[in-house]
């Protein structure tokens, strides 16, 4: 879809981004908080979560659910992730366009009012936050990371990230840990809350309709912000260009399907170096279907369902992760070295290039088509404000050559490997 | 060629009744970059006794044969389809539910040779002993991983503590002994009876005009003879088999999921009842429903907590499902503020607010190109009209859902499944 992005400052270190299309019929807003990432990273997981719980106006969950109902089941959206070692808390509201409104509101900017009111104006108790639901957010965050701890597939990602970053801040879970949660006080949380206004780096980011008056909302979340002191506080991610020697670590489970994750290191300095080859050789060897651990590990071996490689920019990492029967791991392992050595040696086709500069760029322009692909194209890019459009990278993915793949996996170094060995007999044949 | 309009949502499509039999449907979206093609048939994992209109005997399949002939389907002779989806850059699966299986793809060019690729594998199927063969590793590693999964086999287990015999409850891939006994002939039977091209649907919606789609189906596709599909369902009790079923599995907190049988004199749900149920759901449990907020402030619910009607050929289930550390405790509280909803009733601004909810949400479905797609194919199966939900939406009272609730959510019809962790 046809749409125009507008970018603006508008306080230190606050950025207002507008993404209009004539064709939208609904609508989404968010307003992001980059702060570095640290070992408090738990209490400020806890922000997002205990910010759309409740606010000044509306004091309980059920209050505020009737609210977001009564503007066509609105949605609000509460979000801990990492870009590189910064972690980011977002806060986000979807809606229908006005046009739809049964009795002619201003459904959006309205929305867009519930949301800063739930930033700037929460429940506050003598002070600090409401006690009961703090306590209340710090068990539904803990359980959340116990979910994550359930789904396997999940816990050895995170596994492998902790242990291949043990020594960097990368290395830190998004959401902390439990005994970091479990350690949070109403004082620190509220704080902690204090602290993000202040020294965060801040992108609101609107996605409407055409129609809708961009420039009111913006206006009206200076008004939310006034009063708020700014000294914002930045933190440049490490990025480690090669492994020493390769880490394993290997735990069981009783599970019945084993997960291996392999961790590499990508030869980067930055996140601009060599980006374009890079991502398009993880994507020849482990991006989609037409990549070799699909074709391979999968539909020629067997060994598994699902075998994929993904490339972390902001840390200029690369993940391998896969679903085995446990006994097969060596096997894996080898057959996911051996795809890369293939690369490296310049095995693949000119087609195997092109099916992934294709792919990428089939993807990339579907962006366009909606205000939450749009929302998140943008604030992803907010650790260096540089707000490039998605036919930018097509543009970058085009000029990648042959040569410039078989470099770039000649650049990637395996650092970690990490095992989950599922100790629970298979579904029997 | 119908075209079927809906003023205040400000949206339409073509419905084709195209000359091989097949039913078309084209939603253009023409501001949109994407397209999205869906090509389905009526055939789930549920349909394991059939047998064709023109055939005396009926065939009974193994569990998962729906699920592996979809792998399958993929492969041809020469190219498979993943890989002449490679050459156009579209982003192409496949999915097996309990009522049907669909291929798809989204792209943002070549339509053209895209939805030429999607038309011809569909209707080419290769399948040799050997290729079955391998596929069993695959398939078999897909099943383990379900299997480790708390919140399916949490799902499956109550299934089976509700039906005696209804095929719902048996895993969508079935089981790697199931799959074992998967042959070529197989594949082509079911081929044979499911994938003939008036048992089956297509939608295409985004960036595409019905005269582009008409054009390659009308080179692409041969016209079928009608073939009709009887299928064989065991006569289910009304009763249910276990009230409470437990399993553990390596977690953390502790998964349920509680649903209501509900015995019916016609196989399928209407979309009226089907958004009815929905509403209830919401009003009694519902982020925006005092029980919500009770079970969240006594720690006895977190956000994974959610409401579904779930329901399809011969099963419909109000359903209740989340993460908690006694579960025991939330199917008594959900069940005593269903009993006094049934004496009291609920209020007409309750109401209003869950409605208004749906209303959102279901304006919001017409904006996602894949959304709209599948919605096509399900409605048509369905024999219902993609705007039939909206209209219903508009029109639906708050006492149509009150008789609704009157007999349904009966007590002695409920299971309760849960998963525990499993101790180290």
């Keep these: 879809m046809k749409y125009t992005f507008d970018f603006k400052n508008i306080g230190e270190a606050t950025e207002f981004c507008t993404v209009k299309a004539e064709g939208f019929k609904t609508a989404c807003a968010s307003v992001s908080f980059m702060i570095p990432l640290s070992d408090e990273a738990s209490v400020f997981a806890l922000i997002p979560n205990i910010l759309t719980r409740s606010s000044e106006k509306y004091p309980t969950v059920t209050l505020l659910e009737k609210k977001l109902a009564t503007l066509y089941g609105a949605e609000i959206l509460a979000d801990v992730s990492k870009i590189g070692e910064n972690q980011v808390l977002k806060l986000a509201i979807a809606s229908i366009d006005d046009r739809f409104a049964l009795d002619n509101e201003s459904i959006v900017t309205e929305c867009c009012r519930v949301l800063f009111e739930l930033i700037f104006k929460p429940k506050f108790v003598n002070g600090t936050f409401d006690a009961d639901e703090v306590e209340s957010e710090k068990r539904l965050l803990a359980e959340q990371l116990g979910a994550e701890m359930s789904d396997k597939r999940a816990y050895a990602k995170n596994r492998l990230e902790e242990i291949m970053c ?22 620190g949380l509220t704080e902690a809350y204090k602290r993000v206004l202040k020294t965060a780096k801040i992108l609101v980011s609107v996605s409407a309709n055409g129609s809708i008056e961009t420039e009111n909302i913006k206006t009206l979340f200076m008004e939310y912000a006034t009063g708020c002191e700014r000294k914002p506080e930045k933190q440049e991610t490490l990025y480690v260009e090669n492994a020493e020697d390769v880490t394993y670590v290997k735990e069981t489970a009783p ?27 993880s994507d020849v060897f482990g991006g989609n279907p037409n990549s070799k651990l699909f074709k391979v590990v999968r539909e020629e071996m067997s060994l598994c369902y699902y075998c994929s490689s993904r490339m972390i920019r902001a840390k200029g990492i690369m993940l391998v992760q896969s679903g085995i029967e446990s006994f097969n791991e060596e096997k894996a392992k080898n057959a996911i070295l051996d795809q890369l050595e293939e690369i490296k040696k310049g095995n693949f086709t000119e087609e195997d290039l092109e099916a992934s500069k294709k792919s990428l760029e089939d993807a990339f322009k579907g962006v366009s088509d909606s205000p939450e692909a749009l929302d998140s194209w943008f604030t992803t890019q907010l650790e260096h404000s540089e707000y490039l459009y998605p036919e930018d990278y097509i543009n970058m993915f085009k000029k990648v050559t042959k040569e410039d ?23 029997e044949e | 060629m119908e075209y079927i309009k809906n003023d205040i949502l400000d949206e339409g499509y073509y419905s084709i ?29 549920i349909d394991t006794r059939f047998k064709r209109s023109d055939k005396d005997e009926f065939i009974e399949i193994p569990e998962g044969t729906a699920h592996f002939l979809e792998h399958k389907l993929f492969e041809s002779e020469e190219l498979d389809a993943f890989q002449r989806y490679a050459k156009t850059g579209a982003s192409a699966n496949a999915y097996t539910s309990f009522d049907r299986t669909c291929y798809l ?18 209707k080419h199927p290769y399948f040799t002993e050997e290729t079955v063969q391998k596929e069993q590793g695959i398939i078999g590693q897909e099943i383990d991983m ?21 095929p719902v409850k048996i895993d969508i891939a079935g089981t790697k002994h199931s799959i074992s006994q998967i042959t070529a002939k197989m594949l082509f039977d079911c081929y044979d009876t499911f994938y003939n091209l008036s048992n089956m649907a297509l939608a295409v919606a985004g960036n595409v005009t019905p005269e582009e789609v008409i054009e390659i189906a009308d080179r692409l596709l041969i016209k079928e003879e009608k073939v009709t599909v009887e299928r064989a369902f065991k006569e289910e009790p009304k009763t249910i088999v276990n009230q409470y079923v437990e399993e553990k599995l390596a977690l953390v907190t502790p998964v349920f999921c509680l649903g209501y049988k509900e015995n019916h004199e016609t196989p399928e ?8 149920k929905s509403l209830l759901l919401d009003m009694v449990a519902g ?37 908690s550390l006694d579960p025991k405790k939330v199917a008594k509280l959900i069940d005593e503020r269903i009993s006094r909803y049934k004496e009291k009733g609920f209020t007409q601004e309750e109401f209003e607010i869950v409605r208004k909810k749906h209303y959102g949400k279901t304006v919001r479905a017409f904006t996602e190109v894949d959304t709209i797609a599948n919605g096509l194919v399900v409605s048509h199966f369905d024999n219902d009209n993609l705007f039939s939900e909206f209209t219903v939406l508009q029109e639906i009272t708050a006492e149509y859902c009150y008789e609704l609730l009157k007999n349904s959510f009966s007590k002695d019809l409920a299971v309760l499944s849960v998963v525990n962790p499993k101790e180290l």
């Design chain 1, 166 to 187: 043990e020594e960097e801040l990368y290395g830190i879970n998004r959401l902390g840990t439990v005994e970091g949660i479990n350690s949070v006080t109403t004082e």
């Design chain 1, 255 to 281: 599970v019945k399907q084993g997960k291996l994750v392999m961790g590499f290191r990508m030869g980067m300095k930055d996140r601009n170096d060599d980006y374009a080859a890079k991502r398009i050789m």
């Design chain 1, 405 to 427: 793949v078989i470099r770039a996996a000649n650049d990637v170094t395996l650092d970690t490997v990490f095992m989950l060995e599922g100790t629970e007999e298979g579904d």
């Design chain 2, 17 to 45: 009744d195209h000359k091989s039999g097949l039913k078309i449907f084209v939603y253009p979206k023409k501001d949109y970059a994407s397209t999205y093609a869906v090509f389905g048939t009526k055939y789930g994992s």
């Design chain 2, 105 to 122: 793809f989204n792209c943002t060019g070549h339509f053209k040779e895209n939805f030429e690729i999607l038309l011809d594998f569909v």
């Design chain 2, 146 to 166: 379900y299997k480790d999964l708390p919140d399916w086999v949490c799902l499956f287990n109550m299934l089976s503590g509700m039906y005696h015999n209804h």
């Design chain 2, 269 to 276: 749900r209407t979309i009226k009842e089907t958004i009815g």
């Design chain 2, 287 to 323: 982020q925006s429903s005092d029980l919500y907020k009770e079970l969240l402030d006594s720690g006895l619910i977190n956000d994974s907590f959610s409401v579904e009607y779930f329901n399809g050929h011969g099963y419909a289930i109000p359903m209740f499902s989340g993460e």
